[in-house]
């Protein structure tokens, strides 16, 4: 909530008030006297009277009313300046992997999933005026969350994102039915840029569709891929949980297909990156962002309302005018 004037300018007289008082001051103390008495002294032990005490009434109410009509006159308002983008965003779908590979936890000694969903939540937080989605998939694809603005509602849907999505849809690495799923949710889009955020920590063996083939299809429809392959090189630990013998740590190769990530992204105009640690991911999110960096402007309407107590300042502003007039010409009258 704002206070504002819709007539400032009339403010400048308020300029004209210390001068009326600095001229009444002065007058009042260097008026020469034109009567003298021989024993002036004397009269001193006498109070002065509530007339004399009180002849700057005068003034007061004159300035008090001058004051209130200035500040009627400048239409004193309140309200608020709303901000509405006009631009147009980014289009985003996040498509993040869930298969059981995901598990492993090489990544500062947190899973590879925990992580993802950690630094996927902090890139959503960074965004401003783009719609975003999100596509999940492990031996199948589907949509968790459709393109939307409300990133509480999709921070949501990204909290229970989670391995155990494996126990409606089977296991295992279908990138190329990813890619189709979140290319047919930017599909309609007509945003300037549309992209696609693909983190996977394998390679494609399941689905019907192959990652290059829709890589293609994506880039027909003028969607970019950035492709990140998640996890440390080599072998990395897992937790495996055994129904007989419990829960155990085993080490699993290293199966992502850098190549066919590095083409889907070459195809689609993207970029491939490979991150084997949370800060590693989190620069990439970074460096993703600024390369899809969104020009936001912004409409300033502004919404104010006159304040009621101004249609009450003139009648009063007058009256107090017209009070000092008649104090000054009856009570407080002086003679030359």
Request: glycine fraction near 6%; charged fraction near 20%; charge should be positive.
């Amino acid at each position: 909530m704002t206070f504002s004037f819709a007539s400032p300018w009339w403010l400048l007289l308020l300029m004209v008030l210390p001068l009326q008082v600095w001229w009444h001051m002065r007058g009042t103390h260097f008026t020469n006297a034109v009567l003298r008495l021989p024993l002036a002294t004397s009269l001193r032990q006498f109070r002065p009277s509530t007339r004399v005490r009180l002849r700057h009434v005068v003034l007061v109410l004159q300035i008090l009313g001058e004051l209130t009509l200035i500040v009627a006159l400048a239409r004193p308002r309140s309200g608020k300046v709303e901000q509405r983008v006009i631009s147009e965003g980014v289009d985003i779908v996040l498509a993040l992997d869930v298969s059981g590979s995901m598990q492993a936890f090489d990544m500062g000694n947190r899973e590879r999933i925990d992580v993802a969903k950690e630094v996927t939540s902090q890139f959503i937080d960074s965004r401003a005026s783009d719609r975003l989605g999100m596509v999940v998939f492990a031996g199948q694809s589907y949509t968790q969350c459709p393109l939307t603005v409300d990133y509480g509602i999709l921070k949501n849907l990204l909290a229970q994102v989670s391995i155990r999505m494996n126990e409606t849809i089977p296991d295992g690495t279908a990138i190329g039915m990813a890619l189709a799923t979140a290319t047919n949710r930017l599909r309609k889009s007509t945003a300037p840029s549309k992209v696609i955020i693909l983190l996977t920590d394998g390679s494609n063996n399941a689905g019907i569709i192959d990652p290059l083939t829709a890589a293609e299809a994506a880039a027909r429809l003028g969607i970019r891929v950035y492709a990140i392959a998640v996890g440390v090189t080599g072998r990395a630990p897992i937790r495996v949980r055994d129904p007989l013998f419990g829960e155990r740590i085993e080490f699993m190769e290293d199966s992502i297909n850098e190549d066919v990530l590095r083409e889907i992204a070459a195809i689609t105009g993207g970029r491939f990156f490979r991150a084997t640690s949370q800060t590693a991911l989190q620069e990439i999110y970074r460096e993703i962002g600024m390369m899809e960096k969104t020009e936001v402007a912004t409409l300033q309407i502004p919404r104010f309302a006159e304040l009621t107590f101004v249609f009450h300042l003139i009648p009063l502003g007058l009256g107090l005018l017209i009070l000092g007039s008649f104090l000054r010409f009856t009570v407080f009258r002086t003679i030359p």
